[in-house]
């Protein structure tokens, strides 16, 4: 079964850190790049920070440049987000993406999401 499992939200004071982890299963997770995005309450779904699949290339949205750094550990299928400096603006929901291939085209898999929040 395909998957994607995020961890590692809360609550956290502005300026606090967080790391999220996102597992894998059920594909070959060291072939795909992976994704963050976040959702917040009335917004459109945004991508965060991309990794490529040997986690030798990243980028970042401009908002989170400087502050999160992507990672992954393909020995354990998994890739983080770590968040540093946070802002109350960072509070969203936290999503994991992989756009895997199949028999039937391009799918792509989402994890259930992790919730951030930054507040004093």
């Known amino acids: 079964q395909v998957q994607l499992v995020e961890s590692g939200g809360g609550l956290v004071q502005p300026g606090g850190s967080l790391r999220l982890s996102c597992v894998a299963s059920?594909?070959?997770?060291?072939?795909?790049?992976m994704t963050w995005y976040r959702q917040a309450p009335g917004k459109e779904r945004e991508s965060v920070a991309v990794?490529?699949?040997?986690?030798?290339?990243?980028s970042y949205a401009d908002s989170v440049k400087g502050r999160f750094t992507i990672s992954r550990d393909n020995a354990k299928n998994t890739v983080y987000l770590q968040m540093n400096s946070l802002k109350p603006e960072d509070t969203a929901v936290y999503y994991c993406?992989?756009?895997?291939?199949?028999?039937?085209?391009?799918?792509?898999?989402w994890g259930q999401g992790t919730q951030v929040t930054v507040s004093s």
């Open positions: 990794t490529t699949s040997a986690g030798y290339s990243t």
């Open positions: 993406n992989a756009r895997i291939a199949t028999m039937q085209g391009p799918r792509d898999v």
């Open positions: 059920g594909f070959t997770f060291n072939q795909y790049g």
